[in-house]
């Protein structure tokens, strides 16, 4: 093959994973003409999490792609992220910039599940064909093309295969012969939904001693809790028991609006409790005409809230630099010189981040100027 794929030939491409990233890659791929095949290992869609945050260079990319304003119809949107301290008072105010245009938010917090919804909807609606309870059993590399065989027996042959099968890859397993492990970091997050009070307009962030915690706002209704605690690894708590040691986890905080989520978690089912690790896969992140993007590629701990936006924005560029119709080495080797150092950002200073919070002895303001100087850096063009 030329440098250049056959000009006006459309690339087949084969999506694994149908998670954030497989989504809006498929459709940033499909709004460019490339025909798009995305295969789910899960039987039936079983979007877990409660909410997460996406800011200005998130929405940025969903702009570039169409659907940013379907995810801030389902979402609520902010400009800013106070800090306070255990006692609820504010110490300080992070402005966020409003990066998709002045006319919309500078950030928004949604609902894990409403975003599965606006990109299932739109993959769909451009024509990617989606199979479920399918993936990869096993792929050999051609001369210009991927011949890939599927769990379920069938076959298929593809210009490029992308990786989207989350932090435990098992496609980053099949192709790359040494990978590093994921490093725990000696965290744990808690994530519990509840009714937003009125109160709550914006991200909202409390430091306390032996851990932080904070609200975040993901539609009129809801808001959730999110709380970050030093743990071990391996650590589980029996479902019945997870709201009883989350209310004494928030004995640590006072305040109106803690108060009031102590009060709320006294559900199990809407509590989510999890070990926090960081991965960062060297470069490069293709072998041949297989490529990995996302979590796959690099795992983050929600310290600055951006792990699902540096997955989005990897869909997006690459989608572009695919669009280009050079030969997919270029393209791949185009796409790390772009992601690889503004990834490495946002992984290596979220585990700052957390590392900081083990050390109360650490002023808030040094949070605050960390993730304000990260901020500024982020809001730079992809």
């Known amino acids: 093959m030329s440098h250049r794929e056959v000009k006006g030939k459309a690339m087949k491409i084969l999506i694994v994973g149908g998670g954030i990233s497989g989504l809006v890659l498929s459709i940033a791929l499909r709004r460019r003409g490339a025909a798009v095949d995305l295969v789910e290992l899960q039987p039936q869609w079983n979007v877990l999490g409660t909410g997460l945050s996406l800011t200005g260079p998130t929405l940025r990319a969903l702009s570039a792609i169409g ?54 909807r739109n993959a769909r609606s451009l024509g990617a064909a989606i199979s479920l309870g399918t993936t990869i059993a096993s792929l050999k590399q051609e001369v210009g093309a991927v011949v890939v065989e599927f769990s379920n027996g069938g076959t298929g042959t593809y210009d490029v295969v992308v990786g989207c099968d989350g932090a435990h890859s098992p496609l980053r397993r099949m192709v790359f012969t040494s990978v590093p492990s994921e490093d725990f970091t000696g965290l744990a997050v808690w994530r519990a939904s509840m009714p937003r009070p009125a109160e709550v307009d914006c991200m909202q962030v409390f430091y306390a001693p032996r851990s932080k ?4 706002p993901h539609s009129r209704e809801e808001m959730f809790l999110f709380l970050v605690e030093q743990a071990p690894e391996g650590r589980r708590i029996p479902p019945e028991q997870l709201p009883e040691v989350l209310r004494d986890l928030l004995e640590d905080y006072s305040g109106d609006v803690m108060n009031y989520v102590r ?33 796959a ?9 951006t792990g699902a936006g540096i997955a989005i924005e990897d869909a997006v560029v690459l989608a572009e630099l695919l669009a280009t119709g050079r030969a997919p080495a270029d393209v791949f080797d185009a796409f790390v010189a772009r992601r690889f150092e503004r990834c490495r950002l946002v992984v290596e200073t979220a585990v ?9 002895t650490i002023p808030i303001q040094a949070h605050f100027d960390l993730m304000a100087a990260t901020f500024k850096q982020l809001a730079q063009p992809i």
């Open 67 to 120: 659907i940013v304003d379907q995810c801030i119809d389902v979402a609520f949107g902010f400009d800013r992220v106070m800090f306070c301290d255990a006692k609820g008072s504010r110490i300080a105010d992070l402005p966020m910039p409003r990066l998709a245009g002045p006319d919309r938010p500078a950030t928004i917090a949604i609902g894990r599940p409403a975003l599965h919804e606006v990109l299932l």
């Open 263 to 295: 009060e709320h978690v006294t559900d199990p089912a809407r509590i989510d409790y999890r070990g926090m690790s960081a991965f960062l896969l060297p470069p490069p992140w293709h072998r041949g005409r297989v490529v990995i993007i996302g979590d």
């Open 297 to 305: 590629a690099h795992t983050t701990t929600p310290h600055l809230a």
């Open 352 to 360: 700052r981040l957390g590392e900081m919070e083990k050390d109360p």
């Open 213 to 216: 915690g904070g609200v975040n």
